[in-house]
């Protein structure tokens, strides 16, 4: 024991200049990244208690803005956004992960893969305007998919719920972050040595308990990436709820960018302020979800060897 | 779950005599996570083709197609407005913006790359990394018209710093690198760090660990970090919103332009058509060289 | 788990030294900007003929500027933005647009702010010899000459362009006349033939639309619909949440192109929407969807172009007028009228202009049309809409209110 230790003194002394390195970057990127972002970006806090006239600030503290934001209907927006944000997360998850689990260990096919690689990154270079725009007149009432439903007779009147409704915010999500979610699950599975999964099944682990806990946890990582990529855009996406929604289904985006457009600084502030509050409490959530496996904190750490 | 556990058949499985039914029954979860991966895709493509296709119609916006066309390109190259008997000059208000959104964002992809490789390695090692994390993540969590504002005011009624293609690039960076950061992460925090030792127990200089080691095997990560970094600042808007100084983006063109009282048709559809053309060829031969490279690389230094 | 087995060693500390090595060389990171702005600061004066414009709509464009450089010897350089005031009075009063530009133009209503900031200069309307012959009625709309100031009367605008809004509907699937026989506002509201097939849209200038509604029909008790109090706002708002629940519209729309699209898909049989959709439309062949003359009134609205104060600094009054006195020329006019149905200051020398050009029976048809405009619809007192409204905060979140519900 005494010995190993000596060994790993004597390790760390030889790194020392890389590690110095190392760190002087980490901790020079960090203070700029600290005072330059996040001081800024918790201000926004503060301003959230400010009250304005014009583009000028009265340096007053209040929660004026918080009671307007409720008075205005702020209750049960924040309420859909995270509903809506929340079950499509959970969808994409359920779909992504085999996906990803097969294309990462599954799929043979190196052309097949290239193309859905290829497939699987392609929509992210397109605005999101153009990968929504086409549904709203395909889902019309008198689009192509009415019109089949009615020349077929399975329908006698025109299904209006096809668009600006729940459902047609919902499928618009679906396809606009199932990428998001596929990539960073790949990207960990992919990653994992096909030895462990050997290994797990020459000591007689059932498929079934090599995945459980073998590959879940290994792609952790990947899977609180896949989350993250896809909750937090949904929660800021003003295209789908808009077109896809039609006015009927508005989430919190929208709002906060016509209190922009009208000059309301503050009432924006106080909403972001409980979109701050209801990530950090995401995090705990997660945080918890994640202690079985060690935390979040391990989440990295536990992939080491 | 068990439905995800047929998959790990694969790796090793050795051959067994099977019925077709037990066949049929083994491998139905693997076709299943298959049939559900594509029918996304289709979801995804379903649009976009039918764009393309509605991009030389005549009438795009009822959703039918039919009665080709190419006008809808020939307004979004030589405009909208141009009067009869006029002789055609090439309006290159399109073009200007996406000539800035493809340098910010190679820029941004660049700035992703070096940063994220200059934390990424050494983030998961640290005493603070939650906390460091938590912050790195921070963009993430404000919606980004809000943290735009918030930048805004920081550095120009703060700082007094006038806002140029400087904050637009900074707003970029922003953006795009907690997703970079991410997608490093989910390689380097399982970076073998006695790769190292054993290096430089062989008498490795800190350059030659970083540039020989270090960086083929992170790769995946860092080639992963520049093209979130490139994607996420193509198609950025909110951050731009303020943090910019009369620069278009091709983002904010299209932002503009839809708040117009005349039809973005040639744009949305002719555009994005063109653009998906690109895309396509450009991202399948970015993959092929990224991903036919990265598991020879990966295999190599492992082996070595 | 493997994780036991990370030894301590793996962890490197941050020790405090190498974090204020970092922390020193991270601050001389943030002071770089600083002291290149400081070597690279130069006097970015505009180029001597040129004329830089921002302009809060791409529709306000006459096609391109070839006819004005011909015309004037001047070079037009055009930067568009979006007309949100949030965004332009940000642009404006924080982000110095008046040293970047020479005209600005703008939704009017937004210059009262700018007024008071001192970010734009009154106009001496001597130096433009096209604004003495232009009607009296546009001459006394309130964004061009408003009083604020002591110096009550002084011109801060020249128009560019305006129009009297209101909504298009579908006369024979509705059994309803066409123009010029005037239809109500309830048709968007409160029909039950248009229940579920009307839309209206997000910003709040469609609450002041309903306001003006319930104001003509007696509704309701409202002041000036185009500057609301909260309370008065608030109580529109709950009228338009009612009739939301109640299914009356089918969608609340966003952009020109969600307008179109819901006229050409049958979504709707009535929709408040801006002319050149219902323009578009016709053009697609649906010619039983027409533009109404409506009974309670129009939300007229303008943009005018204003000089910001910078411009007395550089001293190039003598090319700012007379790019601004081409605005009101009849070469503008008979590009703007015919491209966007719009009406300019000077439709008159519109029509003069399409005579002696001999342009086409259409074009001339729609400069002639804009120009009749402002006897009919323009003559209707009720409502000026303003982009700045006193209570614009609360009045887009009464809207929003509405949206959200």
Known sequence: MALAEHAAGMNLRQFLPRMSAGIWSLSGFTFLWFIGIVVPLIGILLFSFLQTKGIKVQWDLTIKAYEKLFFYGGGPLIGRTIRIAATMTVIELLFAFPFALWLAKGAKNQNLKLITFTLLTVPFFLSPVARVIVWRSVMSVQGLVNTALLDIGIVSEPVEWLIFSEFAVHLGYLGQYFPAMVWPIFLSIALIDDEYLEASKDLGASRFRTLVHVILPLSLPGIVAGIIFSFVPMLGDTVVPQQMGGGNVMMISHNVYTMIGAANFVMAAALSAIILAIMLAFQVVLWAALRPVGGINNVFASLHR | ?304 | MTNKRIGKHHYFHLSRRHFIKGAAAGAVIMGAPAVLKGLTRTAKGAEKGTIRMLMTAPTIIPGDWKTFEAETGLKMQDTVMKDDPGLFLTEMQVNDAGDRFDIISTLAGVERPLIEGGNIIPIEHKNIPNWAGMPESIKAVPYLTRGLKPEGGTVWGTPLVMNADSFGYFPDKLGLPYPPEEVSWSLVFDDERTKGKSSTGTMFYYLEECAMYLKGSGKQQIGDPANMTPEEANKVADYMIERKKAGQFRSIHTTFDDQVQLIKNGEVLAIRCWEPAVKEAQKAGMKDFVYSNATEGYMKWMHGCYVPAQVADRGNFEEVYKALNWILSGSYAAAISPLRGYVSGRPDLGAQYAKEKGLDAAAAAAIDEAQAKLGKKFAKDLFWFTGAPDHLAEIQAATDRFVNA
């Not at chain 2, 499985?13 to 289709?42: D, K, M, N």
């Open chain 2, 1 to 304: 779950m068990t439905v995800l556990a047929e998959q790990t058949k694969y790796i090793g499985a050795a051959p067994r005599q099977l019925t077709l039914a037990q066949r049929i029954a083994e491998r139905w979860p693997a076709w299943g996570s298959i049939f559900i991966g594509y029918f996304v895709l289709l979801i995804i493509y379903f649009p976009i083709l039918w764009l393309m296709i509605l991009s030389v119609s005549s009438e795009p916006l009822t959703g039918f197609a039919g009665d080709w066309t190419l006008r809808w390109y020939d307004d979004m190259l030589y405009g909208t407005g141009q009067r009869e008997g006029e002789a055609y000059a090439v309006n290159s208000r399109v073009f200007d913006p996406l000539l800035l959104s493809l340098k910010l964002a190679f820029i941004t992809a660049a700035l992703c790359m070096v940063a994220s490789l200059l934390i990424g390695p050494i983030l998961p090692r640290v005493r603070f990394r939650g906390p460091l994390l938590l912050g790195y993540l921070m963009p993430l969590m404000v919606p980004g018209i809000v943290a735009s504002v918030s930048l805004f005011l920081f550095y120009r009624l703060g700082l007094h710093w006038k806002m140029g293609e400087w904050s637009l690039g900074l707003a970029h960076f922003v953006w795009a690198f907690p997703f970079a950061l991410l997608a490093m992460l989910v390689v380097s925090s399982r970076f073998d760090t006695r790769l190292l030792e054993a290096a430089a127990d062989l008498g490795a200089s800190p350059w030659r660990r970083f540039w020989d080691i270090q960086v083929p095997i992170l790769k995946p990560g860092i080639f992963a970090a520049g093209f979130f970094g490139f994607l996420l600042s193509f198609n950025e808007l909110p951050f731009s919103i303020f943090m910019r100084a009369g620069d278009i983006t091709l983002p904010i063109y299209l932002w503009i332009q839809s708040g117009a009282h005349n039809s973005s048709v040639p744009l949305i559809f002719a555009l994005s058509t063109l653009i998906t053309i690109a895309s396509i060829v450009l991202t399948f031969i970015a993959i092929k060289v990224a991903f036919g490279e990265k598991t020879v690389t990966v295999k190599k230094i492992r082996t070595a």
